[in-house]
């Protein structure tokens, strides 16, 4: 297996600070509930959060997709649900990545019959051509062509998480 160089370290550490600041904008003198996607967007999420200067609170749901596997089985499962109250709060769902819109379909419908103020979704990556939903995605790092990419978090078979960049898989 090959990877080879997508996106840099710094590249990364750039946007983020980027999408930091402009949740901050957003959510001036608001309060903020960031559900954090384990487990590939613990990386993100963890650098996104250090940027707020928001009133945040911090939760994590786990949830089952692909399996030490390329392509997703379609099925979705709740492995850890969530703890935090999010009755009218502001909620910002933090995803490694959006393929095909299936996860963040069915967690932004799942935090929504919880009754949030809002929800918005912030994804380090989106491949847009591949995914089919019919609303914004708020917050993107970088939209990225229709490639299995790992590092920053993102994994094969559970390895290459630790990666600090973002590589295509060969
Ligand atoms: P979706 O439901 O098809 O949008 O897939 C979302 C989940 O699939 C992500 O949260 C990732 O865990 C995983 N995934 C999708 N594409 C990739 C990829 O290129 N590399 C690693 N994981 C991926």
Same mark, same amino acid.
């Given at each position: 297996?090959?990877? !080879?160089?997508?996106?840099?370290?710094?590249?990364?550490?750039?946007?983020?600070?980027?999408?930091?600041?402009?949740?901050?904008?957003?959510?001036?003198?608001?309060?903020?509930?960031?559900?954090?996607?384990?487990?590939?967007?613990?990386?993100?999420?963890?650098?996104?959060?250090?940027?707020?200067?928001?009133?945040?609170?911090?939760?994590?749901?786990?949830?089952?997709?692909?399996?030490?596997?390329?392509?997703?089985?379609?099925?979705?499962?709740?492995?850890?649900?969530?703890?935090?109250?999010?009755?009218?709060?502001?909620?910002?769902?933090?995803?490694?990545?959006?393929? !095909?819109?299936?996860?963040?379909?069915?967690?932004?419908?799942?935090?929504?019959?919880?009754?949030?103020?809002?929800?918005?979704?912030?994804?380090?990556?989106?491949?847009?051509?591949?995914?089919?939903?019919?609303?914004?995605?708020?917050?993107?790092?970088?939209?990225?062509?229709?490639?299995?990419?790992?590092?920053?978090?993102?994994?094969?078979?559970?390895?290459?998480?630790?990666?600090?960049?973002?590589?295509?898989?060969?």
């Amino acid at each position: 297996m090959k990877l !080879t160089r997508f996106i840099s370290a710094s590249a990364v550490q750039k946007r983020v600070a980027e999408l930091g600041l402009k949740i901050n904008r957003d959510f001036k003198n608001k309060n903020l509930v960031v559900i954090c996607v384990l487990n590939g967007a613990f990386m993100f999420c963890s650098d996104l959060i250090k940027h707020l200067k928001v009133d945040v609170e911090i939760d994590f749901i786990k949830l089952s997709s692909y399996r030490n596997a390329k392509t997703s089985s379609g099925k979705i499962n709740v492995l850890k649900k969530l703890n935090c109250e999010i009755y009218r709060k502001n909620v910002l769902i933090v995803e490694d990545i959006v393929d !095909t819109g299936l996860t963040i379909k069915y967690l932004i419908n799942l935090v929504k019959k919880h009754s949030p103020s809002s929800v918005k979704v912030a994804t380090l990556l989106h491949k847009s051509d591949v995914s089919n939903i019919d609303f914004k995605l708020d917050y993107v790092g970088f939209d990225i062509e229709n490639k299995f990419v790992v590092g920053y978090g993102l994994d094969y078979a559970q390895k290459f998480r630790n990666l600090k960049g973002i590589y295509l898989m060969n």
